[in-house]
T-cell receptor, first 113, second 111 residues
Framework: DQQVKQNSPSLSVQEGRISILNCDYT??????FLWYKKYPAEGPTFLISISSIKDKNEDGRFTVFLNKSAKHLSLHIVPSQPGDSAVYFC????????????FGTGTKLQVIP | AAGVIQSPRHLIKEKRETATLKCYPI?????VYWYQQGPGQDPQFLIS???????DKGSIPDRFSAQQFSDYHSELNMSSLELGDSALYFCATTGGNTEAFFGQGTRLTVV
């Protein structure tokens, strides 16, 4: 049962354009959402997060949008840079000291110079 | 700033051997999670510990066990290794915050 889904396994974007990565979840108990960036053979690197009490969080070129009614979130990268090329994992958890993070299947982003 | 440390970074074992992976959390983090990522797969949750007690269990085989020690570091013990155990193993830690920070992972290759 995949509780966090990323339906696009890959995405190619021209440098300077906007990258939009999408994520859907099914567990209504999730109240905290995270995006991780991962290079091959490295651990996931935390990128940005959003609490369910917000619908938008921005950090530099990265913005995450949350639509709770649709159980959907997205990560926008503007402008996209070649160094952004990596696999991006959407993740979700229930707030609490020991609640695990549940990952999506990942979207491979390629930014073309 | 100190990050999550995993050791070793790479490990090669033969079938039926035993492996021990270690995870050292960020200072003051009391929760450790273990994940396994096979080739072309998303990270799968194995097991977690909170304040040295097992807090959640995922798809961890019976051949694997783990524990968290008094200094909050954790060890994942894997016995009777199989070829299918070859994967990247990540640990992540939290300290009551909602973000989980990951180590660089241990690449286990079973031959």
């Amino acid at each position: 049962d995949q509780q966090v889904k990323q339906n696009s396994p890959s995405l190619s974007v021209q440098e300077g354009r906007i990258s939009i990565l999408n994520c859907d979840y099914t567990n209504s108990m999730f109240d905290y959402f995270l995006w991780y960036k991962k290079y091959p053979a490295e651990g996931p690197t935390f990128l940005i997060s959003i609490s369910s009490i917000k619908d938008k969080n921005e950090d530099g070129r990265f913005t995450v949008f949350l639509n709770k009614s649709a159980k959907h979130l997205s990560l926008h990268i503007v402008p996209s840079q070649p160094g952004d090329s990596a696999v991006y994992f959407c993740a979700a958890r229930v707030s609490g000291g020991y609640q695990k993070v549940t990952f999506g299947t990942g979207t491979k982003l390629q930014v073309i110079p | 700033a100190a990050g999550v440390i995993q050791s070793p970074r790479h490990l090669i074992k033969e079938k039926r051997e035993t492996a021990t992976l270690k995870c050292y959390p960020i200072p003051r983090h009391d929760t450790v999670y273990w994940y396994q990522q096979g080739p072309g797969q998303d990270p799968q949750f194995l097991i977690s510990f909170y304040e040295k007690m097992q807090s959640d269990k995922g798809s961890i085989p019976d051949r694997f066990s783990a524990q968290q020690f008094s200094d909050y570091h954790s060890e994942l013990n894997m016995s009777s290794l199989e070829l299918g155990d070859s994967a990247l193993y990540f640990c992540a830690t939290t300290g009551g915050n909602t973000e989980a920070f990951f180590g660089q992972g241990t690449r286990l290759t079973v031959v």
